[in-house]
């Protein structure tokens, strides 16, 4: 049924006249036995302000930390010595990073845009390493880490155990192919 804008309009106005008409006589007004009902006045707004204070969107609620906090908590040696990059791979046509952390049990499939912790978003993705930002801090984790190239001093105790393993011809020294008589027979 398609009726008129005009008549529907008419038809509210004349429902919200009756309910407003109606609504103005109630018994509790009227003082015919139910007693009149009053809210408890409002706490003041000060005492919300630890709900105000907690960010709706974050996964732990808790409040931001100061810049200079997150500044000093988000440094390059520390997200290197607690995560490791462990794979990239694509899923559908969206490339995701694998982390694993180095001394516990927690990993992570991240996107682009997705925050590994409390500091540190996922900024970027490439075929063998991962961008993380927090802040003004950048960091470039690969996938495969370089080693430790720098010689490392051998300690004197250890040299000396060395020698004595090789005075008697044990294992000190890796086995060296013999050569073979070949016999022309």
Do not use: C
Request: charged share 25%; aromatic share 4%.
């Amino acid at each position: 049924m398609n009726y008129p804008i005009g008549f529907l309009v008419a038809v509210l106005l004349l429902f919200g006249v009756h309910t407003s008409a109606s609504a103005e006589t109630t018994p509790a007004d009227s003082g015919e036995g139910l007693p009149a009902l009053s809210l408890p006045p409002f706490p003041p707004l000060s005492q919300f302000n630890e709900i105000l204070e907690r960010p709706l969107f974050s996964p732990s609620r808790r409040p931001a930390a100061d810049d200079n906090a997150m500044l000093g908590m988000a440094t390059a040696e520390e997200l290197r010595e607690q995560w490791k990059l462990t794979g990239i791979m694509l899923v559908g046509s969206e490339f995701k990073a694998m982390l694993r952390q180095r001394n516990g049990d927690q990993h992570r499939i991240l996107g682009t845009g997705m925050p590994l912790d409390d500091t540190w978003v996922l900024t970027e993705i490439h075929g063998n390493d991962i961008l993380l930002e927090a802040g003004d801090v950048q960091v470039l984790m690969q996938l495969r880490e370089p080693r430790d190239t720098e010689p490392r001093e051998v300690p004197a105790n250890e040299r000396t155990e060395a020698k004595d393993e090789g005075a008697d011809g044990a294992a000190s020294q890796p086995d060296e192919p013999q050569p073979k008589e070949v016999s022309n027979e």
